[in-house]
Nanobody, 122 residues
């Protein structure tokens, strides 16, 4: 079975940086497009960023564009989310997800990690 494990979350001050990692195991990582989503307390889960299987295409939510960078290292079965200039509104549980084919929404992703919490203090 495919497993996704996120790490790197924690507490950071506004304006700071944090890098999240997500490791996929159980299947060939390079065949999956990967995405990051987040869910703040009392809010719906929202899209953050996505990257194609070969890293050629990247997509970002408008709220994080210019501040966050998604990348992947297929040799390490790992996708990253580098978060800079963090704001209190970035506080959320961040989830890594894997997509076996073209995914245009969260419902289309095949596998999900357990989430890692990011708290940005004001």
């Amino acid at each position: 079975q495919v497993q996704l494990v996120e790490s790197g979350g924690g507490l950071v001050q506004a304006g700071g940086s944090l890098t999240l990692s997500c490791v996929l195991s159980g299947r060939t990582f390079s065949t999956y497009a990967m995405g990051w989503f987040r869910q703040a307390p009392g809010k719906e889960r929202e899209f953050v960023a996505a990257i194609s299987w070969n890293g050629a295409s990247k997509y970002y939510a408008d709220s994080v564009k210019g501040r966050f960078t998604i990348s992947r290292d297929n040799a390490k079965n790992t996708v990253y989310l580098q978060m800079n200039s963090l704001k209190p509104e970035d506080t959320a549980v961040y989830y890594c997800a894997a997509c076996g084919s073209s995914c245009q929404s969260a419902d289309e992703y095949d596998y999900w990690g357990q989430g890692t919490q990011v708290i940005v203090s004001s």
